[in-house]
């Protein structure tokens, strides 16, 4: 995925209220940005750092930037949790995701399962269908391992009790962490933070739901997922 028109550089004067940014460019310049995420943020919001956003010339918007990647520990990190689907499903088209690219079909958003939730993307040939979560991954421990989730979620445990249901009628399943920064090795649940959530991934995988992990390249001209990560799911 790439960015056009090119990103504009500034630095961080604070996020708040979940959804908004103030920041700086260099020649002096301040305004509001678009946050798009609902996330902590760990380690990826501190202020004064860099940050880039994209510039859109609809006037029906109230905040015409929006934050896409920060540097954070040294390396750019994409912070825009709405490209994470995008990211997998070019990764899919593309065979990067090789675990997942014998499907011919894909769709978006469907609804599914007992509480009619979306998935984010359902794969599909013939009568077989594979129900794909994905989840956009920032923080990073010492050691280049990233982490999931930075904050608690109960959405993120609602969703893997999904897939799992899925597994149960049959079908496959499979979880992938879209991990928006190059500098780590590896992927493990984040039990210091949700404790909930890596005990029901480690229940989900071995009630067979796939877990795939895939290292972005980020910079200010694009993202794109190229390079599959270990996924650590030892206690």
């Not at 860099?50 to 994409?78: C, F, I």
Request: with cysteine.
């Amino acid at each position: 995925m790439h960015f056009d028109p090119a990103l504009t550089e500034a630095r961080l004067v604070r996020r708040y209220k979940r959804f908004l940014a103030d920041v700086r460019t260099d020649d002096g310049r301040a305004f509001t940005a678009h946050c798009p995420n609902t996330g902590s943020m760990l380690g990826c919001m501190t202020p004064g750092t860099r940050v880039w956003l994209s510039h859109s010339s609809n006037p029906k918007r109230k905040y015409a930037y929006t934050w896409q990647l920060v540097e954070a520990d040294g390396t750019m990190v994409g912070i825009n949790t709405g490209l994470a689907n995008r990211l997998v499903e070019e990764a899919i088209a593309s065979g990067v995701i090789s675990e997942l690219s014998r499907w011919p079909s894909l769709r978006r958003e469907v609804r599914y399962g007992a509480r009619r939730s979306r998935i984010d993307l359902l794969l599909e040939a013939g009568d077989r269908r594979c129900y794909v979560e994905v989840k956009n991954v920032t923080a990073a421990v010492d050691g280049g391992v990233a982490i999931f989730p930075d904050a608690v979620s109960a959405r993120g445990t609602r969703h893997l009790e999904e897939l799992m249901a899925m597994r149960r009628e049959g079908h496959e399943a499979a979880l992938v962490f879209c991990v928006q920064r190059g500098d780590v090795r590896r992927v493990r649940p984040a039990d210091h933070i949700d404790p909930a959530y890596g005990e029901r991934l480690r229940e989900a995988a071995d009630a067979g739901v796939r877990v795939l992990a895939y290292r972005a390249d980020v910079d200010s001209a694009g993202v794109r997922l190229a390079k599959p990560l270990n996924v650590d799911l030892s206690p």
